[in-house]
Nanobody, 122 residues
Framework: QVQLVESGGGSVQAGGSLRLSCAAS????????LGWFRQAPGKEREGVAV???????NYADSMKGRVSISQDNAKNTLYLQMNSLKPEDTGMYYCAADRYDCYSGKTAFEYWGQGAPVTVSS
């Protein structure tokens, strides 16, 4: 039903910034809870940010203050702006969508993208 495709990943130096994009199709903006997750090598997936249907954002403590989640309804695109990146931010970043509940700390989502790799070097 829903297809999510991430882009904007890459390699940056510590302290740098980048913006990840998640293009959605088969999806109606305003009807889904949207989120960004990351998975570091050898570790489990963890939440980064969630944005509710009304546009209310929530952030994980690990990146709060350094990231901003937003969406462009006209483009059916979800964004994650990341600043002051650290080497520990390295990992695969995924966007996700869910039709049901939405809350800070939510980890179970219906739909997932394939991921965008992010590497932060010292």
């Amino acid at each position: 039903q829903v297809q999510l495709v991430e882009s904007g990943g890459g390699s940056v130096q510590a302290g740098g910034s980048l913006r990840l994009s998640c293009a959605a199709s088969g999806y109606t903006y305003g009807s889904y809870c949207l989120g960004w997750f990351r998975q570091a090598p050898g570790k489990e997936r963890e939440g980064v940010a969630v944005i509710d249907r009304d546009g209310t954002p929530n952030y994980a403590d690990s990146m709060k203050g350094r990231v901003s989640i937003s969406q462009d309804n006209a483009k059916n695109t979800l964004y994650l702006q990341m600043n002051s990146l650290k080497p520990e931010d390295t990992g695969m970043y995924y966007c996700a969508a869910d039709r049901y509940d939405c809350y800070s700390g939510k980890t179970a989502f219906e739909y997932w993208g394939q991921g965008a790799p992010v590497t932060v070097s010292s």
